[in-house]
Structure formats: C-alpha cells, structure tokens
C-alpha cells in the first residue's frame, strides 16, 4: 500500500500541459535513454534561457502553470542564495551521507541556484508530487540494493509526470525508449504501456542501473550513461586517455550529457534542503492511501467509475500504464488496478456488479472489439463517431494544457490532432478539437463549430 497525497487537482497535474514563462525561448523535451534533450547542461557553451529549459522539462506535459511567486520574492531569495558561502552547500551535500558521491562546484551552484530561485514553484510542485512517488521509489531502489538518491533522477527525467513523453518516443518516470523498455521486461502492446507503470518501470531502471554501475565501478558514470548510452561514456573514457572520472572525461561527453550529474545532484540537493530556501509542498492536499486489485477479465474505466463513484481522471493518474482506459485481461492474462484504498474493499464486494455494468457495450462476447480512442480516426482525415469539430483561435496567454481544460479534452490529444511541436503554440494559430456533439454548443462560444 502506497500513502500519497492526492486529489482532483494532483489528477489535472499529471494530465496537463506548462505554461512556461514569456522569457523562456525553449522547451526541452524530456531526457531519453539515448537521446537528450536540446539543452540539458550549464556552462558557458549555452546560454541562459536554453539552461532554463531543462527545468521546463521537469514539468513537460503536466498542469498549466503560472509565475505563482511574487517578484519581491524572487527578489528576497535570490539575495538569500547569493550571499550563503560555498563552505554551507558543501556541508549540506556531505550531509546526505550518500555512496553517490555529491560533489559541488560551479556547474552544481549554477543548478542549485535556478532550481530554489528561478524555478522555485516547480520544485514546490515536485515536492508535492514526491508525496507519493519516492516511497516506491525508495522501496523498490531498497529491494535492490541502490542508493535511494536515485530517485531523483525520475525529477529530472519525467518532472515525475509518468505520461512524459518525448520527442524521440521515450515513455514513462524513466523514460524508457521501446526496445530498452522491452530488454527490461516492459511491456508495449496497443492497450498497455509499462513503461508508463511507476513501479515496474521504476524496478526496469533499477536493474538497468545496477547493470551500469558494474560496468563502470562509479555511479557519475552510471549516471551519465543512462542519459547518453554506455557507447558515448565508453567514447568519452577512450579519449580522456582512458580516465573513468566523470569530470575528466567532462568534455569528451555529448555536450547534453555534461549538464547531467550537475543537474542530478542539484535536483537532491533542492528536492532535500528545499525547506531551507522556503520551499514546502502543498499540504492542502488530503492523504489518499491506494493499493491494488487483480484484475482478471477485460475491465473499462468507465465500469469502475459507475459503480464505485471513483472520477475516471483519477483512475487514469492511478494507473497510467493503461492507454485507452481498457485493461486487457484476455486469455488468462491478469493486470492490476490502482484504486484508493477505500474503493478497493467495494470493489471487492462489488466485483461482479463492475464486471457486469455495461458489459455488452464494452466487450460484446466478452472481446475487445475496438479502441475507444479518437486518434485513429482523425489520422484517417475524418471526424470521429459521436465528434463535434472545433476550430479555436489562440489567444494571447494560453498553452496547451489550459486549452484542453478549458475544452475537456486531453492534453496529448490536443498536441496529436494539431501536431503541436514542444508544446509551443502561437497567438493567432488555429487548433482543431474534438468535443462530444452533445457538448458542441456549449463551447460554441469559445471555438467556432466546423463542418
């Protein structure tokens, strides 16, 4: 059983796309295996804003945000962080009593420093959502005999957002690419996407990093090359004159990689000592302990929902891993279901009654006949069943993730219809969406109804 702090409002946040600051020129997606994002590193080979957007990544396609600090604020920090010595973040990191060595040097303050200043709200955001991630985390890296400061890697790899996707396919926490995924015993089928399970996609990259880790005899190295691939550290190592010291072999890393054990080790630092900088989760948000239920019959969200009560977005953040809101227990294949606890002793005395709702509709001869999903639909140029199309114009202020609130709809639905590249959209850009036609005239007046 996993105790998270959860509602309605962390739900939109795992489903949602960032509103990312007027200054920032770039978006970076979010790290792969073997492909990095654009610019992940701090030095002065880039500049500013495109550093700035690797903590953007940290929140790529999660809940529309704002500047929710005040400018005084930022001010009153930043003067903080500026005037405390060295010798203090030195302490503090060899406080954390890792075997992951924490270093610090100018590459670190230079994370830190954007993480509890300019950054500070996401890192609030993080500390919320940790809640409930890094308890797995932690059991699952204990179980398997790994430091548990790994967990912070999963920050800087999917903003714990466990439907990041990036540019180059990689999928889930840890951001699996299909064939990884697939080495590790994650499954990818057309209902199913394990990469997207937080706990067997977080036992995949513990194995994974085990296995780096022995190759190298130095986590920074197993670090880097979960970022880059072993062939780019190995590539690095051979140049350096064979040194295996990630920061001798610094400048014969892909340049994205550079900034990637400084960004990790900030990330611990910030996500430990963010208390220290007057950064505290949102404890607004009621405890909701979860557990599991076997499921071993073709279920929909959907039957839960009528049943039991329980918001469909909920079940959805539970259990990410299913992509069409179907689990396909078919042919003696049987897959779990994420519920609060709560629900999960009525779906126990009710499992029959859920099975039965509306089972013809769903599974008619008890087969999955088709995919309830508007994507194929559109991609064959046609408007889906039960769809009214909308054109709406964007307007100065919106981002992705607040347009599909505003429309109910999902954010990686609306990126799909409108091939949305970074989650960058311009004022004046016509979006296409797709709502149900009973709700047409609703948005009427938001979106002009296409024929």
């Avoid at 550093?51 to 704002?66: F, G, H, N």
């Avoid at 607004?284 to 979860?290: G, N, Q």
């Amino acid at each position: 059983m996993a105790h998270a702090k959860l509602s309605l409002l962390i739900a939109i946040t795992l489903l949602s796309t960032p509103a990312i600051a007027q200054e920032e020129a770039a978006i970076a997606d979010s790290t792969a295996l073997e492909t990095a994002p654009d610019s992940i590193q701090y030095n002065n080979e880039l500049p500013r804003h495109e550093v700035d957007s690797l903590i953007s990544a940290w929140y790529t396609r999660t809940r529309p945000v704002t500047n929710d600090f005040v400018p005084d604020s930022v001010a009153l920090a930043d003067s903080l962080i500026a005037g405390i010595p060295d010798s203090v973040f030195v302490n503090r990191l060899q406080a954390m009593m890792s075997p992951i060595p924490l270093v610090f040097n100018d590459q670190v303050r230079r994370f830190i420093e954007l993480y509890v200043v300019r950054r500070r709200y996401l890192v609030q955001r993080m500390l919320t959502l940790s809640n409930y991630y890094f308890p797995m985390f932690e059991q699952i890296l204990d179980a398997n005999d790994m430091p548990l400061e790994l967990k912070y890697m999963a920050i800087i790899e999917s903003a714990l957002n466990p439907n990041a996707l990036s540019r180059v396919g990689a999928s889930g926490l840890w951001q699996f690419m299909y064939y990884t995924g697939k080495r590790y015993g994650l499954d990818v089928t057309s209902y199913v996407d394990e990469r997207r399970d937080p706990a067997k996609a977080t036992a995949a990259a513990a194995v994974f990093l085990r296995e780096l880790y022995n190759m190298y005899g130095d986590w920074h190295l197993a670090i880097a090359a979960y970022n880059c691939g072993p062939g780019n550290v190995n590539r690095a190592i051979a140049r350096s004159g064979g040194h295996k010291d990630f920061w001798k072999i610094y400048y014969n890393l892909p340049r994205e990689t550079r900034g990637y054990v400084p960004a990790f080790i900030a990330a611990a630092y910030a996500m430990t000592y963010a208390r220290e900088h007057n950064i505290f989760p949102n404890d607004d948000e009621a405890i909701l302990p979860t557990d599991t239920v076997v499921i071993y019959s073709p279920l929909h969200f959907n039957q839960v929902t009528s049943v039991l009560g329980i918001p469909t977005d909920v079940i959805r953040q539970l259990n990410p891993q299913y992509k069409h809101d179907v689990i396909p227990a078919i042919e003696g294949k049987t897959y779990t279901l994420t519920l609060p606890v709560d629900a999960t002793f009525q779906f126990a005395a009710r499992e029959d009654s859920i099975y039965a709702r509306d089972r013809a509709k769903y599974f008619p001869d008890n087969k999955i006949v088709k995919i309830t999903d508007t994507r194929g639909a559109v991609y064959a140029g046609r408007t889906p069943d039960g769809k009214a199309k909308l054109v709406y114009t964007v307007r100065n202020g919106d981002v992705p993730g607040s347009i599909a609130k505003r429309f109910g709809v999902r954010v990686n639905d609306l990126i799909y219809w409108n091939n949305i590249r970074r989650s960058m959209i311009r004022v004046g850009q016509k979006l296409v969406i797709y709502v149900p036609k009973n709700k047409a005239d609703r948005y009427a007046g938001m979106a002009k109804i296409s024929k």
